[in-house]
């Protein structure tokens, strides 16, 4: 057997809570090579430590000795790389940065040159940027979106205030984290569906593939915006949540106001709020779709043995890579598969979950193994069918996989380790 092919690997699922952190080594004659997925969380179990963060950090240092090889952030959710925090030097993502990656991949969405306040010629095109720009004025909604249903929280349900808290939360620019992932690291790779993926020297003997995201010109669903002109949409949107900043939150700060609203008046202001409600969850679910669909989806090929990563990729971002047949024959055999976006059901489309020939009901060498992070209670509900992790589909994943979720840890484990025979 070659040395330059690895004999094994190890898959280290954390338990972030409702996130997605994943180390995997690969287990070389020579020397172990390790490659980070994602490291963050939007809500810990309520056993787990204060510092949970911190422990998982320097776990993955101890873990791969000081060197990590290459780091993934499949896209720019606080659920996905809040850990990569800076704080003085004594943050998790201190820690991370610390391990010195060789190589950082991010989806196309986060390349420097793609932003809105690019000083140079680059070759994203002019409607790339465009889209790139709203994704930046999305955080502005959310970030005012958060500010308002404060104000709001009285006159809506519960439910709804819990999903807008957690929604808008998760679409915050998480600004430390991204600035971290820019500077640490020899060499970066903004990837996009066919493109390379930078690992080929990090990991010799295994295939890697770029699966998604499309770009613009490979495909506009992943824009899926709520305007014909989506850049000016979210934008107009963003000034509007900066103008109720400015005035504390009212539109009109000097007017008069009563304490208590006329009796006469209460029934309207409730039911006005609890519309407002339900318009700012429509518009923060559009939102979180969207960035969502940026989200990168790797596949690692060693031999007959694929491990599909594929972070929170929704439909949108399926379609294009399921449109190809070199993608379906990719996918059809694949070995493990981490379950996307914490298990919600459109993550998952039947069009992908078919493809897989090793799903079965029955124990075998060949049957597909399926991870899953998550943590129940967080996001969407179980009577209008959108609660995460989605019942449907987990029944469906105990049934035809072997399943592991971390909800399974019940955050008194920091973490499982999966090994697979790859010779």
């Known amino acids: 057997m070659p040395a330059t092919k690895p004999q094994s690997m190890t898959l280290r699922t954390y338990q972030v809570g409702f996130g997605d952190c994943f180390l995997l080594t690969f287990h070389y004659a020579k020397r172990d090579r390790h490659v980070l997925i994602d490291f963050g969380s939007t809500g810990q179990p309520k056993t787990a430590p204060a510092d949970l963060m911190l422990q998982v950090a320097n776990n993955i240092k101890e873990r791969c000795g000081g060197k990590l090889d290459a780091v993934v952030a499949t896209h720019r959710h606080k659920d996905h790389i809040s850990g990569f925090t800076t704080s003085k030097g004594k943050g998790s993502g201190d820690i991370i940065a610390s391990c010195e990656p060789t190589v950082v991949i991010q989806p196309w969405t986060e390349d420097p040159d793609a932003q809105p306040d690019a ?25 005012s979106l958060l500010l308002e249903i404060q104000r709001l929280r009285g006159g809506i349900s519960r439910t709804a205030f819990n ?34 993926s930078g690992l080929a020297t990090i990991l010799p003997g295994v295939k890697t593939y770029v699966l998604g995201p499309p770009t613009v010109k490979q495909s506009q669903a992943i824009t899926k915006m709520r305007s014909k002109d989506p850049d000016e949409f979210w934008h107009l949107l963003g000034l509007a949540g900066q103008s109720l900043k400015r005035g504390n939150g009212q539109l009109f700060p000097k007017a008069e106001t009563y304490a208590a609203p006329p009796a006469q008046t209460r029934w309207l202001i409730h039911r006005m709020q609890a519309l407002r409600g339900d318009q700012m969850l429509e518009l923060v679910r559009a939102l979180d779709t969207v960035m969502n669909n940026t989200s990168v989806i790797l596949l690692f090929q060693v031999g007959d043995k694929k491990f599909l990563f594929p972070g929170d990729a929704q439909l949108e971002n399926w379609a294009y890579a399921l449109s190809q047949e070199k993608n379906r024959k990719l996918l059809a055999d694949v070995h493990l598969y981490k379950v996307g976006h914490h298990g919600s059901l459109n993550a998952t489309p039947k069009s992908l979950w ?25 996001h969407g509900t179980p009577s209008k069918g959108t609660e995460v992790p989605r019942s449907k589909l987990v029944e469906e994943l105990k049934k035809m996989s072997n399943y592991f979720t971390t909800q399974d840890l019940k955050g008194k484990n920091l973490f499982k380790d999966f090994t697979f025979d790859l010779t």
């Open 163 to 196: 999903q807008l808290a957690f929604l808008g939360e998760d679409n915050l620019t998480n600004r430390s984290a991204v600035e971290n992932l820019m500077t640490m690291g020899k060499h970066h790779y903004y990837v996009n569906a066919g493109s390379k």
């Open 119 to 143: 000083t140079q010629a680059t070759h994203v095109s002019s409607g790339a940027k465009a889209f790139v720009s709203s994704l930046h004025s999305m955080h502005a909604v959310s970030e």
């Open 354 to 378: 078919g493809l897989f020939t090793n799903r079965a009901p029955l124990q075998s060498a060949k049957r597909l193994n399926c991870v899953v992070s998550t943590m129940a209670g967080k």
